[in-house]
């Protein structure tokens, strides 16, 4: 599966600002960054992202997967952070 498939779909389905992956064949990266993250708990940020990618992970196109999110703001604070 491509990664920029699988961006297109985050973005689309979750409206987000921004969203980098990386990955090789059936194992991504996932950095998500939108305001949809805010006030929710870790487990519900997973879960969002999960989401609209369910239908690739069952059929095994996405075998594994790491996921990152942020708001915009922490998004800014960490790049900062970390001299990105």
Excluded: C
């Amino acid at each position: 599966m491509e990664t920029t498939l699988i961006r297109q779909i985050l973005m689309d389905a979750l409206n987000l600002q921004d969203a980098h992956v990386t990955g090789d064949g059936s194992h991504f990266q996932v950095i998500a960054i939108g305001e949809i993250f805010a006030g929710m708990s870790r487990v519900k940020q997973q879960q969002a992202v999960y989401a609209p990618l369910a239908e690739y992970i069952s059929d095994n196109r996405i075998h594994a997967l790491s996921i990152k999110v942020y708001t915009p703001a922490e998004w800014e604070r960490d790049r900062k952070l970390n001299g990105l």
